[in-house]
């Protein structure tokens, strides 16, 4: 390997140069691991108590619907406390829910509503932890490698969404949906030993403002950033009807190809080829992350799951999902990277919060939508019309930045 070459592997994950980064790493990759596990343990779970297409979507809904206000919450408690010690509080918090969770599984006494409550709570701390987690990376690497960390987590994340429906397909098939819940609930254990070990005094700690922190100031600040009013309709879109495999999935398994918990649990697996691809090439290629490049690959994942659609069995289906995944993880990684990178760091929490709230907030609306459409129309049509309503409305934007690119020279 040539010295330019070596050079060129270290900048790449040049963010594990930093100590604090790399402790939190490998246990986040666990964690990552069991929260897929539980991810598809909870789906199959809810099918085999109800049966119905609906319910799996209400339950996506309910473990999402807390985004809509513990983002912005997260976003406000990000920019104001210790963040360490408010990801401690969150993650020890969803170990325990993951925990009773597989509890009353193994006792056999689950009912679908301890299914609701549980996902509902759990969306709770995950709301309040995903932009406190997102703007953590600022303190943990200097802020030329912040781009490098944030590639370097999704890396992690489809890491994890590799291992976690496999294993969770298998042990299902084997023992049932229990231990799934209960690894989940285990791994978030060294999250909480990494989070103890990490040095107050490595961190890039920025004095924080003594000005009240209010919501109200981002929202004014994002009246007068119009590339970020693009990137976070695009992540809307994409999020609300592109972004639910896990639904997709659970369905064309069932439903359509008629499969079980295993071949589930490996369209999963399948997915996360595609996503970890992306997030590995994505680290060679941040000078893209602009909005006309994020837009584009928007276009492409709509493009993407709508020929998905029209897969005529399980095995061309297995194909073309890591293609979806690939294009998801490229445009949200672009998307992630330039909203923290471009926003101001005293604003950098509450902008993260209105962005994960607008990412994950459309969930409960999109979820029961494709449920029912699932149910009266089949899951062919429902991921059909996701795919056309994510790549049209990517496709407006593009045309609209390329105009506004050509009169202004930007983006």
Known sequence: M???????????IRALRHRNFRVLYPASVLSNTGTWAQRIAQDWLVLQLTHSPLALGVVTALQFAPTLVFSTVGGLLADRFDKRKL???????????????????????????HVYVLAFG???FSAIDAPVRQTFNSELVPVADVPNAITLNSINFNIGRLIGPG??????SAFGTGPSFLINGLSYVTMLFALGSVRKSDLNIEPRSK????????????????????IILLVFMAAT??????????????????MGATEFGGLGTFLAIGSLTGALLSSRLERYRTPMYIALGMSLFGLALAVLSFSPNFGVYSVLLPIGGFMAIMSFIAANTYVQTTTEPAMRGRVIGIYMMVMMGGTPIGSPLIGWVSEVFGIRIAILGCGLITGLVSVSVLLILAKTRK?????
Not at 2 to 12: E, G, I, W, Y
Request: proline fraction near 0%; hydrophobic fraction near 55%.
């Open 2 to 12: 040539t010295v330019k070459a070596r050079l060129k592997k270290v900048d790449s």
């Open 87 to 113: 990801l401690f509080l969150s993650n020890a918090a969803s170990g325990l829910i993951a925990l009773l969770l597989g509890l009353l599984v193994i006792s056999g006494s689950v009912e679908i509503w």
């Open 122 to 124: 759990l969306g709770i």
């Open 167 to 172: 294993i969770s397909g298998l042990l299902i």
């Open 211 to 230: 000005v009240k922190v209010k919501l109200k100031a981002s929202i004014e600040y994002l009246g007068t950033r119009k590339d970020l009013q693009f």
């Open 241 to 258: 009807f592109g972004m639910n495999f896990q639904i997709f999935n659970a369905l064309m398994a069932t439903d359509v190809f008629h």
């Open 407 to 411: 009169i202004h020279k930007q983006y």
